[in-house]
């Protein structure tokens, strides 16, 4: 090698040079930047897609340029020939014409315009001046049952009022949970009714603790929309011609909550740029990085890219209904969510990463161990831990799946606000947390012993599920 050469390959390794790693994949893990990550971010977080609602116009925007970056990798389609993995549902869309609403608080009507609600409903109304619960009143959930529930706290009424009431209204005029509860929940067979539907108020001008309270509403009967949810799907093939029938699945989650019905400041749009659009440009650049590779690693490895995750993991579960590959096939689950942000409990945090239910299985040790080879600390993390069985990895530990979700922190500021926009991220953090989550990935693809839930009373049911 010429001196000049010498040079130009210590130029290119200088940033990043992995102790214990291959020069192959050494080489592919530093295609992940920070600059690639964010060109991406910044487009699926942007405005243009309204924060991709499950169903949304910008969902499927979304859908079609995640399968383009596979296409760009040269990935296999994973359905037949197709990046999509289609079900499905319909969906509940409220019709506002004919929409009235008088609420009558301590003797004061207030007329409330269609643009001022989100409605969540499954059901039309027609009520002519009736009584409506108020806190002040302090009502039981048995009081509450079959009842109009005010609610004035700004926060979403206990679950056990919300079941019980037939309507709940909420004063929600900074927009704080309108994204909890923006659209309907789309269903397959039968609307989910667990919940009382509810109308939110985005207004500033509606007192929040009347002592009595009346209303008059007409809303029309929903409409029962169809359309396919889509999760996104690709498969590198792997190397050895057994252990490449098997996949380590790879997920995150590229729908978010959409948009509010009106907002401060003219900003509607849930960006979701943490949530979780760092979790699937991360599994992009993994992908683009891994098409990359002189050799690929003996097992295959599976991408998907979720849809309908923040409407209860409608996604993932249509995929494990109806997958791909056989369930009997998938090694493990590296699920990737929130990713981007480093002020994060009131903490700048970097270089951290946490891994759900790290001990539950021998996944974890993989991760821990990539992240000492790549300078990046592997840790349990017990505000994280409950994440575990809220996120997209249950769905494949419930198959028996050793799945987990690496994080760097479901605490920050702007979760499910309007202001988790791209901007915010770091992206030289995200760039070093995501090579890690690479390295760990490579490793179990190409390790001919398969991950293996640890003998704990936790990870009973999915030990269980994993003998059938
Ligand atoms: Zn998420």
Sequence with gaps: MRPVSRFLAATVFAAVCFAEVPIDWTAALNHITANSLRGHLSFIASDLLEGRDTPSRGLDIAAEYIAA????????????????????????????????????????????????????????????????????????????????????????????????????????????????????????????????????????????????????????????????????????????PELSKSYIVVTAHYDHIGMMAKGPAGDRIFNGAN???????????????????????????????????????????????????????MTANVNIEVLGRTDVEDTVQTRKLSVTGIDYSTLGQTVITAGKDTEVEVYKHNLNEPFFSRSDNLVFARKGIPAHTVSNGFVYPDYHGLGDEWERIDFDNMAALSRTIALAILRLADDPKAPVWADLPATKTYREANKK
């Design 275 to 329: 949530d979780d659009a760092s979790g699937t440009v991360t599994m992009i650049e993994i992908a683009d990085a891994f098409s990359r590779l002189t050799t690929r690693p003996k097992r295959s490895v599976l991408f998907v890219a979720l849809s309908g995750e923040e409407k209860g993991l409608l996604g993932t579960r249509a995929f494990i209904d109806n997958p791909p590959v056989p369930v009997s096939s």
């Design 69 to 240: 970056q596979f296409r760009r990798a040269g990935l296999e389609p994973a359905v037949k020939g197709s990046y999509f993995h289609e079900s499905d549902w319909k969906v509940h869309e409220a019709r506002m014409d004919g929409f009235e609403m008088r609420l009558t608080l301590d003797g004061k009507a207030f007329d409330i315009k269609p643009g001022e609600v989100t409605v969540v409903s499954s059901k039309g109304f027609d009520l002519a001046d009736e009584t409506v619960l108020v806190p002040a009143a302090n009502p039981s959930a048995a009081e509450a049952k079959g009842k109009v529930f005010f609610s004035t706290n700004k926060k979403t009424p206990s679950s056990k009022l919300r079941e019980g009431a037939s309507l709940v209204v909420m004063l929600d005029p900074k927009g704080a949970i309108g994204g909890m509860l923006s659209g309907s929940k789309p269903f397959r067979d039968k609307p989910d009714t667990r919940n009382a539907p509810a109308i939110l108020i985005h207004s500033d001008d509606i007192p929040d603790s009347p002592k009595e309270a009346r209303i008059t509403l007409r809303l029309r009967e929903p409409e029962a929309k169809p359309f396919a949810m889509r999760n996104v799907t690709a498969i590198l093939r792997g190397s050895d």
